[in-house]
């Protein structure tokens, strides 16, 4: 029998870790006892647990499981937020018995999560956008209605200027380098079943960094309010320079007949991260604006565009005391509790990474292997 205090540990301990995910589970204190954090470098980790009163430290995923096993620290459940794919972490974690809540990527190459399936993970996947209140009340606004078109644009600034207000710890100077090494070769791996080993980097960064690393939140957000990508028709990208991977525009269909246009953008010194996902149907219009994603409490904001007696009406819905991670995190508390069932899962997350995976093929122009060169 699970408690309901839910014994949990945090695995990866970067900027959405410390800025959204540990605040919030130590502010649902009487769902969450966090236990025991584990980063690769065992300086942050220790940080992190002496700033939050955490009694265990680890300096691996290997350390933290066996802990688990041994009966030293005892887990039902951790939260995985490292870098680069996710595919290895929960299938160990899996293994080890243990439910988890995965940050994207849930991995990189459907491999990944064939072998993910088959050890029977607990897996809830970390898009926080469906548990916004803006995104329960879209799906009430657009329910009976015929959707024609979809237009998804997204202001994407520096990582720098995002998380300018954060305060995060500085970058470690104790990190073994073989470690960090065999982390990304294990990303790399992932990589070459995704795209084959014969993909230009650039098409391998840009499908880690860009689809896998921000597309997919708009390509599971819209399988959830039912109008999933279907076909993935054109894509271009423009303006990359150097580390900065410019800008991508992509067009498809959808279920249900719309179509869709998306513009993905970087922009380093844009003020501010915004979002924008619109729906246009027969009666009107109805928008999601999303701010930075690692600001607490910042309300995504709804606006409904209808017909009026004199012209049309606007009218605006914000959340302001509901967040969306908060939310999920109740949603993972209630899997892990009870059972029930979460919105997003493995068989989500593949349906949103064949997705992706056209995505690269078209911006790639087919000069991509693996998985992909099927998509």
């Not at 499908?207 to 076909?231: C, F």
């Not at 525009?249 to 953008?265: F, N, V």
């Not at 600001?295 to 914000?318: F, H």
């Not at 029930?340 to 068989?347: F, G, I, L, Y």
């Amino acid at each position: 029998m699970v408690p309901v205090r839910l014994r949990i540990a945090v695995l990866g301990l970067g900027a959405v870790a410390q800025s959204v995910h540990l605040p919030l589970l130590l502010r649902r204190w009487a769902e969450f006892q966090v236990v025991a954090v584990a980063d690769l470098s065992a300086e942050r980790a220790a940080q992190v647990a002496d700033r939050y009163g955490i009694g265990e430290v680890f300096s691996s995923r290997e350390e933290l499981i066996a802990a688990h096993t041994d009966g030293r620290c005892r887990l039902d459940a951790v939260l995985v937020a490292t870098s680069g794919s996710h595919g290895g972490d929960v299938l160990a974690l899996a293994e080890a018995g243990i439910a988890v809540l995965c940050e994207k990527p849930l991995a990189l190459a459907e491999a990944e999560i064939v072998r993910i399936e088959a050890a029977g993970a607990r897996v809830q996947l970390g898009y926080m956008k469906e548990y916004d209140p803006a995104t329960a009340e879209l799906a009430r606004v657009l329910e009976g209605s015929s959707v024609r078109a979809v237009t998804v644009e997204i202001l994407h600034p520096s990582a720098a200027r995002q998380l300018a207000f954060a305060n995060l710890l500085p970058a470690p100077a104790d990190i073994d380098p073989d470690r960090v090494a065999a982390a990304a070769q294990a990303t790399q791996d992932a990589l070459d079943v995704a795209l084959g080993t014969r993909t230009e980097r650039r098409w391998r960064e840009l499908y880690a960094n860009v689809v896998i690393g921000s597309i997919v939140h708009d390509i599971s957000l819209l399988r959830h309010l039912g109008h999933p990508i279907e076909q993935v028709h054109t894509a271009r990208r423009w303006g990359a320079q150097g580390a900065d991977p410019g800008s991508v525009e992509l067009t498809g269909s959808l279920a249900g007949g719309a179509r869709l246009h998306l513009g993905w953008h970087y922009l380093p010194d844009y003020p501010d991260y915004t979002e924008t996902v619109t729906f246009h149907h027969e009666t009107g219009s109805a928008s999601l604006t999303f701010g930075v994603p690692y600001l607490l409490n910042t309300p995504t904001v709804l606006t409904v565009v209808a017909a009026a007696a004199d012209g049309q009406s606007r009218t605006e819905y914000r959340w302001a005391q509901q967040e969306a991670f908060e939310n999920e995190l109740r949603a993972f508390h209630q899997f892990v509790a009870t059972g029930t069932r979460p919105r997003a899962q493995t068989a989500e997350g593949r349906a949103d990474l064949v997705v992706a995976q056209q995505i690269i093929a078209r911006l790639a122009g087919g000069a991509v292997g693996g998985e992909a060169a099927s998509r």
